[in-house]
């Protein structure tokens, strides 16, 4: 089986926001510990983009609208909201899948 080519992964000013809020709130609330271990498992998560980005489904929210460019990864309860762009893998959001994403992701995606 061929490899492929390799993408580059790429932070938005938006995901890396995401990451430090991330960071700051779990080491506020739990430790500094646990705020490294879930900060390397998103890093990871992101990295592993670079073979096969296309592996990453539609967020259910933007195909209800029709929105097909964007796909997600997870780490559980975070969701990786990314596009792919020729040979790069953009990472817009980081975001809690907890959370309103229906609003989230029109709020940061479709302005």
Do not use: W
């Not at 739990?30 to 592996?55: C, I, T, Y």
């Amino acid at each position: 089986m061929s490899r492929g080519r390799r993408h580059s992964v790429l932070l938005t000013e938006g995901a890396k926001a995401d990451l430090q809020d991330i960071y700051r709130t779990i080491a506020g609330q739990e430790s500094v510990a646990r705020a490294d271990a879930v900060l390397r498992n998103l890093e990871d998560a992101g990295a592993s983009l670079a073979q096969l980005p296309e592996r990453g489904n539609i967020p259910k929210e933007l195909r209800a609208l029709g929105v097909s460019e964007f796909r997600e990864t997870h780490v559980a309860p975070y969701r990786i909201i990314y596009r792919i762009l020729a040979q790069r893998v953009f990472i817009h959001c980081v975001l809690d899948g907890r959370r309103d994403m229906q609003s989230l992701l029109q709020r940061r995606l479709l302005r």
